[in-house]
């Protein structure tokens, strides 16, 4: 499967971005669809996962301030963020994984600078 993100860009801090993961094909509904993210100089780093039955886990970095939604019909995950720091500067990748295999996608830029 093909993972495409979307929505990244620049923003200010205390601003809001909602990133977008589209994936090629129907994604088994056990599944878990997540969003990670990389810093300059860092590791990747787990930001958000939902399983099916919408079970949600947040890193305790973006509890309060980010939230992840999946839409199953459209193949597509979601992860609004809310109340941007500038340390949440990153890559932001998608990410399933079904069953053993995991997918990810290129990744896209978010940027929280004044």
């Known amino acids: 499967v093909q993972l495409q993100a979307s929505g990244g860009g620049l923003v200010q801090p205390g601003g809001s971005l909602r990133l977008s993961c589209a994936a090629s094909?129907?994604?088994?509904?056990?599944?878990?669809m997540g969003w990670y993210r990389q810093a300059p100089g860092k590791q990747r780093e787990l930001v958000a996962t939902?399983?099916?039955?919408?079970?949600?886990n947040y890193a305790d970095p973006v509890k309060g301030r980010f939230t992840i939604s999946r839409d199953n019909a459209k193949n597509t995950w979601y992860l609004q963020m809310n109340s941007l720091k500038p340390e949440d500067t990153a890559v932001y990748y998608c990410?399933?994984?079904?069953?053993?295999?995991?997918?990810w996608g290129r990744g896209t830029l978010v940027t929280v600078s004044s």
């Open positions: 990410n399933v994984q079904e069953g053993l295999v995991p997918y």
């Open positions: 094909r129907t994604i088994f509904r056990s599944s878990v």
């Open positions: 939902i399983r099916s039955g919408g079970m949600t």
